[in-house]
């Protein structure tokens, strides 16, 4: 069982709209928690804005993203995308768009927010603090827990029922 | 499968079959506005505010860092939203900081360009103003704003107008957009905008999209509605359109319809309601009065002749009623729509099911429509003959595509006909309410409407109108037949002062473009499509020399000798002031808008808020404080009426441009998710201009192949008007039918307006965007 995940750089140099060539990147190459930070930024205008999709969606397919983004929708490693952390949304394409160009219309000033990188402990064995938001986050699971979690978020431990007994917010 | 994932999955399933729209309000962080691991970042305040785009109103928190926008959050909070946003929503932060934001004034003239110092580029504007006033009267000058116009935005331009040059030259572009629904709403109620609420949406059984893309154009609305489906599967969807969308996938019934048919399918839907015995005769004898009104009254188009007087209009009874819409079987309404007789009855027995709840919905396909306002009352006329009306999940919904055009235009009244608050002009009791509250004598208001937005660029482009000040909005890319005004600007050269925030076909045309600060970067108020007002502070400071637009028009007014008008000083103290004075006009008319000191802690009011009480349903007792009590139902707007509404005999007519031989094809155009209006804003965000980088005509399949098109290919559309290259879109999110073609107009370098017809509805005055004739050239 394999995260799907694509790496942006990668994905942005297939040609506008056209080629399906895109690559998947393997969560085994990218280990460091600080690469998997910098390729999901990519994807994001600041931390809490909607990923845009980082693959081709073939528009006859259009309902389609439950067939790779539901939890044991498929067992095909190729297909099997990260499932929502945000399961009452429905409409996935409301907030996630295909990027159909590189281009820019003109350049950007925005001084994004990005979380950090991992949250504080207050000694070594304490339990990590949640270093982001949980708004539309509700499914730790999906990132943290469990072979579908890319390795470089994965817990140490697996899935107790309450993981915000012991992680609780705050970044100070 | 391993016991872990086997675990997992079970885990993950129970979480995604429990989640409801509802229940996610709070969910992850107990009533936070935004979780607490980001409350807690020293470095990072987060702040109420009204998303900047669309009539829907979604609540967002601000994440500003440094004097800047970091980051915004869906607004748990918000009842509009309960925490969701669109994709536009959350790219706003990108949207204040395009590498070409317009920071200092630029002064334009004998051909040379110069960059200037705020203060003298107004001392500049208002010379000039005033040199063209003394000149060629008070009539000469005029102001043209939108939708996006704040509330204090609005007041002050009206003003600045009425009261102080003394001219009724105020408009906006909301009159391409929502006028239908004003002149809908007024001749069918006698009171502008919706009596009922989104909190509908939880509430009907069946939604009907009238010629609308909701799942695009309103897209956290429609997820509400989604959410009703999802935990009532029996909830029914009905998508009525003249091509397919997202919306139509989401939908369980789609009526393919033939353009202007709509008319004919929604008097269809009226007979049967009549012959089946549906009427719910209670409510109509009670609540009810028929009409009709003269019907040759042309499209509005430049060279047309004279028409009829479109509002001459007499009473009727019943029985005329029902013969008149007896010739609408549904196998007639067929014939000229192309929808099957058996959907239109399937429909109409939808409505005419007295235990199915309904709600039908509409925006710009109603609404841009050479008989805009007779078919808003024709759907309007089907939830009063059912009596479905101002009733939890029962009633009739009209959608506005600005964030302000309600709160603003309609409210505020910066149409020209409009004083604040559902008053008009040519009334002489309004008039002099408003010069009491202006302090100006009664007989300095101009008596008589002037020029509806049509006629005022037909005036700038031959020479009538000498100048203009035009604030947040583009109309060199949206107005209708763009070519013809372009030339004409372009002949006589009137005075044009543009405030905005970025350079636009429309500040390239401006003798004078001024900065403007946008929205957090300001204070103000704006009312989204459920009456709610909303406010929000000034969070950042503007670039440069920028300043709110209501700003510019008080320190224009005050240059011209109209500072008595404008009392306030200082940016917080103008806000309030303008808000406070506004607000006197709605107290006790049934627009009560709420307490400024109210609005700043509320997430919105929906008015008219009594006794800082806010109404859901208006024209119903117990919920509008305005219904008597032992009334049930009061159309209050109708007083002369007997506070009855009135059901509408409005035929069915042709278009006036249809395809033919030469120009084969039917064009619409409109809007897309990714982008606000035209793209002055979103192209500058990355995320969003990657995703829809350029125009382009969606083709049908059948018609791609015909042509030797495939996806991506170069094609030419060709109209009376104009001409326009793109490439095809085949097989994209939408598709119309053969001899249909779809072209977005959010594209500056690719205007789709340069093919459209600026006819439109003679009682409404907006244009229909929705259909002319074009022909297809493969490149």
Redesign the interface.
């Known amino acids: 069982m394999r995260a799907a995940c694509v790496v942006p750089a990668l994905l942005l140099a297939v040609s506008c709209g056209g080629g399906s060539d895109l690559a998947l990147y393997d969560p085994g190459a990218l280990t460091s928690r600080a690469q998997l930070l910098d390729a999901r930024r990519e994807t994001r205008a600041y931390d809490g804005a909607p990923p845009v999709i980082p693959h081709e969606v073939d528009a006859r397919g259009r309902q389609n993203c439950n067939s790779c983004h539901t939890p044991g929708a498929t067992d095909n490693p190729a297909r099997v995308g990260p499932p929502r952390s945000h399961p009452a949304w429905g409409d996935c394409r409301q907030c996630h768009v295909e990027q159909l160009a590189r281009d820019r219309f003109t350049g950007s000033n925005l001084d994004a927010l990005w979380w950090p990188a991992s949250g504080s402990r207050l000694y070594s064995s304490a339990p990590p603090t949640i270093p982001h938001a949980l708004q539309n986050r509700q499914l730790c699971e999906v990132c943290h827990i469990g072979e579908q979690a890319p390795l470089a978020l994965r817990a140490s431990h697996g899935p107790r029922d309450n993981c915000t007994q012991c992680h609780v917010g705050g970044t100070r | 499968m391993?016991a872990?994932?086997r675990?997992?999955?079970k885990?993950?399933?129970a979480?995604?079959t429990g989640?409801?729209?509802a229940?996610?309000a709070g969910?992850?962080?107990d009533q936070q506005p935004?979780?607490?691991?980001?409350?807690?970042?020293?470095g990072?305040t987060w702040s109420k505010a009204p998303c900047r785009f669309c009539g829907t109103g979604c609540g967002v928190m601000v994440?500003v860092?440094?004097g800047?926008v970091?980051?915004?959050?869906?607004d748990?909070q918000n009842p509009v939203n309960l925490?969701?946003?669109?994709?536009k929503g959350?790219?706003l932060?990108?949207i204040?900081?395009?590498?070409?934001r317009l920071a200092m004034p630029v002064i334009r003239e004998n051909g040379d360009e110069r960059e200037s110092p705020m203060e003298e580029a107004l001392d500049y504007v208002a010379d000039r103003f005033k040199q063209i006033v003394d000149e060629h009267g008070k009539e000469s000058i005029a102001v043209y704003g939108s939708g996006q116009w704040t509330i204090q935005d609005g007041y002050a331009a009206s003003k600045w107008m009425r009261a102080g040059v003394g001219n009724n030259n105020v408009e906006a572009n909301a009159r391409l957009c929502m006028a239908s629904a004003v002149t809908g709403f007024l001749t069918t109620f006698g009171k502008d905008e919706p009596m009922g609420c989104y909190d509908d949406f939880e509430q009907g059984d069946v939604f009907v999209f009238w010629g609308n893309n909701m799942?695009e154009m309103h897209?956290?609305l429609?997820?509400r509605i989604?959410?009703r489906k999802?935990s009532v599967p029996a909830v029914q969807l009905v998508d009525i359109g003249t091509r397919r969308t997202?919306t139509t996938?989401?939908s369980d019934h789609y009526l393919e319809f033939e353009p202007n048919s709509d008319l004919a399918i929604a008097n269809a839907i009226a007979r049967e309601i009549i012959e089946q015995g549906w009427v719910n005769e209670d409510f109509v004898s009670k609540h009810c009065l028929f009409k009709k009104a003269s019907e040759d009254i042309g499209y509005g188009l430049r060279d047309e002749g004279a028409k009829q007087n479109p509002m001459a209009n007499e009473q009727i009874g019943f029985e005329e009623y029902r013969r008149f819409v007896s010739k609408y079987t549904p196998e007639y309404a067929s014939e000229i729509s192309g929808v099957p007789a058996s959907q239109i009855r399937d429909l109409a027995k939808l409505y005419g099911d007295p235990r199915q709840k309904v709600v039908s919905l509409w925006c710009m396909g109603m609404n841009q429509h050479t008989r805009g306002t007779w078919i808003n009352n024709l759907v309007y006329n089907l939830h009063l003959l059912t009596g479905k009306i101002s009733q939890p999940g029962n009633g009739p919904f009209s959608l506005t595509g600005q964030p302000s055009a309600c709160g603003t235009v309609r409210e505020v009244g910066t149409l020209t006909q409009a004083l604040p608050a559902g008053r008009r002009v040519d009334n002489p009791e309004h008039r002099a309410y408003a010069a009491k509250i202006w302090d100006v004598p009664v007989e300095s208001l101009a008596p008589k409407p002037s020029m509806h937005t049509m006629a005022m660029f037909r005036n700038l482009a031959t020479g009538k109108l000498k100048g203009v000040l035009i604030q947040v909005t583009n109309p060199m890319v949206t107005l209708p037949d763009l070519n013809w005004f372009k030339e004409g600007i372009a002949k006589h050269k009137p005075f044009i002062v543009v405030s905005d925030v970025y350079p636009t076909p429309t500040t390239e045309v401006a003798d004078v473009v001024l900065p403007a600060a946008m929205w957090v970067e300001r204070e103000g108020c704006f009312g989204n499509s459920e009456r709610r007002t909303q406010q929000w502070n000034q969070l950042v400071d503007p670039p440069g020399e920028a300043l709110p637009d209501s700003t510019i028009t008080v320190e224009i007014a005050r240059r011209m000798g109209h500072g008595k008008l404008f009392p306030w000083e200082g940016e917080e103290a103008l806000a309030r002031g303008l808000y406070e004075e506004y607000r006197e006009f709605t107290i006790g008319v049934g627009k009560d808008v709420a307490l400024y000191d109210d609005l700043k802690r509320a997430r919105g009011l929906r008015w008219p808020v009594v006794d800082g009480v806010e109404t859901r349903w208006r024209y119903a007792e117990g919920s509008d404080p305005y219904v008597p009590a032992g009334a049930e139902f009061a159309f209050y707007g109708n007083h002369s009426l007997g506070d009855r509404a009135v059901i509408w005999q409005r035929p069915y007519q042709e278009p006036p441009e249809s395809p033919d031989d030469e120009y084969p094809f039917w064009l619409a155009t409109g809007r897309v998710?990714?982008h606000w209006h035209t793209?002055s804003m979103t192209?500058?965000?990355?995320?969003?201009?990657?995703?829809?980088?350029?125009a382009y005509v969606e083709i049908n399949q059948e018609d791609a192949r015909t042509m030797g098109l495939s996806d991506?290919a170069s094609v030419k559309l060709v109209s009376r008007r104009g001409e326009l290259t793109l490439d095809a879109r085949v097989?994209?999110?939408g598709e119309p039918p053969t001899g249909r073609v779809f072209v977005p107009f959010f594209d500056e370098s690719l205007l789709a307006n340069v093919l459209t017809l600026d006819a439109h509805c003679p009682i409404s005055k907006q244009p229909d965007y929705k259909k002319c004739a074009v022909r297809l050239e493969k490149v």
């Open positions: 391993t872990n994932r675990e997992f999955l885990r993950m399933a979480a995604w989640a409801s729209f229940a996610l969910c992850g962080d935004v979780s607490q691991a980001i409350l807690d970042d020293p990072v994440g860092r440094d800047k970091v980051a915004v959050a869906g748990q925490g969701l946003l669109c994709v959350y790219h932060p990108g204040l900081y395009g590498e070409d799942a897209p956290v429609f997820s989604l959410a999802k997202r996938e989401a998710l990714e793209g192209r500058r965000v990355p995320q969003l201009h990657q995703a829809q980088p350029k991506g097989g994209g999110r």
